[in-house]
């Protein structure tokens, strides 16, 4: 069993900068990869990166690529997720999630945070 909580969202300006926490719970947390998703106000949720157990492998969808950082601490259990160049339309609820496997799928995430919320102004 693994609870996540995230933190660190908030409001920012466009083109500004926020970096993301997720804190992990058990002691097998070097075992999972860990994603990040999000999800707009009446859109479905989406890809934003993911990174390998042991941080060798890091994926990112099209849309962050060369904006958002994932790094992960596993002596912390704690993975970031780093935006800069925020847009407006980063705008979401961030949520990350831990699997066994080292995935861009949403349904084969395990286990999920509650969210938090990343709001872009102009």
């Known amino acids: 069993q693994v609870q996540l909580v995230e933190s660190g969202g908030g409001l920012v300006q466009a083109g500004g900068s926020l970096r993301l926490s997720c804190a992990a719970s058990?002691?097998?947390?070097?075992?999972?990869?860990m994603g990040w998703f999000r999800q707009a106000p009446g859109k479905e949720r989406e890809f934003v990166g993911t990174?390998?157990?042991?941080?060798?492998?890091?994926l990112y969808a099209d849309s962050v690529k060369g904006r958002f950082t994932i790094t992960r601490d596993n002596a912390k259990h704690t993975v970031y997720l780093q935006m800069n160049s925020l847009k407006l339309e980063d705008t979401a609820v961030y949520y990350c999630?831990?699997?066994?496997?080292?995935?861009?799928?949403?349904?084969?995430?395990?286990?999920w945070g509650q969210g938090t919320q990343v709001t872009v102004s102009s």
């Open positions: 058990g002691r097998t947390f070097s075992s999972y990869a």
């Open positions: 999630a831990a699997d066994v496997l080292f995935t861009v799928v949403a349904a084969r995430y395990d286990y």
């Open positions: 990174i390998s157990s042991n941080g060798g492998r890091v």
